[in-house]
């Protein structure tokens, strides 16, 4: 059994990667943002680990077929950690890379808008997973600002429908069941085929087809890095994998990378 290398070692070989790419795309998952309180799905503290009936309300058909699951996915949403959540030093540090113009493109797996309001360019996000500040109709496609329609919760509305059509109203996430965005797939393919450089962070890579853009980006000649607290599917692919927390490790990545430390 080999060792996993010296994480300082492994530090400094990415940070070289990182200065000597002019393409990077990055691809986050919840352990970016399990720093900042928001927990993951399935991990040991993971919200359907917990409580596995909530994935029901994150099932398209439950929801749609369901009053009851509506009403629970509702009052869910009221008590949603990433109303409060503040970005953590892992979003600052992407701001910091697209600051220094490498970073070409940001695929989040994560509803939260986190990296919006650490100040990620909303141009260069690609939400392949939705977004939870939003609802959107069902049935006439109307959008909204999700605050909106939790004041309705809160004045005693418990499954409030869309204004313009009285369709059923959900955040505008994708749900199991339901089709990913095809121009927000078509954007994260394309990133992964332009890059010199992948780095996934703090995802499972086990979702798809989201994971996929990983070994795409491989077959197209772009060095991988992952970084992640536990193992991946994909470790195997990677030129490099950190273990460790996100918020510590890739400040360090791109500090280092950008001169601001010894190196």
């Not at 080999?2 to 940070?15: F, G, R, Y």
């Not at 749900?175 to 394309?190: I, K, M, P, Y």
């Amino acid at each position: 059994m080999t060792s996993m290398p010296d994480l300082d070692s492994e530090i400094h070989a990415v940070a070289k990667l990182v200065r000597a790419a002019s393409r990077i795309a990055v691809l986050t998952g919840a352990g970016i943002s399990t720093e900042s309180g928001i927990p993951d799905f399935r991990g040991p503290q993971g919200v359907w680990t917990k409580n596995p009936a909530a994935e029901k309300l994150s099932t398209l058909q439950h929801y749609m077929n369901d009053p009851d699951v509506r009403r629970r996915a509702w009052q869910q949403r009221l008590q949603h950690e990433a109303w409060e959540a503040e970005p953590n030093p892992g979003h600052a540090a992407l701001v910091a890379l697209e600051r220094s113009g490498k970073l070409k493109a940001l695929l989040t797996q994560n509803i939260d808008g986190l990296h919006q309001k650490a100040g990620s360019n909303p141009a260069l996000v690609v939400e392949i997973h939705g977004t939870i500040h939003e609802v959107v109709c069902m049935s006439c496609g109307d959008r909204a600002p999700m605050s909106k329609a939790l004041d309705r919760v809160r004045s005693g509305e418990e499954d409030p429908s869309c204004r313009a059509c009285n369709g059923i109203l959900k955040s505008a996430t994708i749900s199991f069941g339901q089709n990913l965005v095809a121009e927000d797939l078509r954007r994260a393919e394309q990133a992964a085929l332009d890059c010199e450089l992948m780095v996934a962070i703090g995802s499972s890579l086990g979702v798809y087809p989201i994971a996929a853009v990983v070994p795409l980006a491989k077959q197209a000649g772009a060095h991988i890095v992952i970084l992640n607290g536990t193992p991946t599917e994909m470790d195997g692919l990677a030129d490099h994998v950190l273990r460790g927390k996100i918020g510590e490790i890739l400040p360090r990545i791109v500090a280092e990378a950008e001169g601001t430390v010894g190196v």
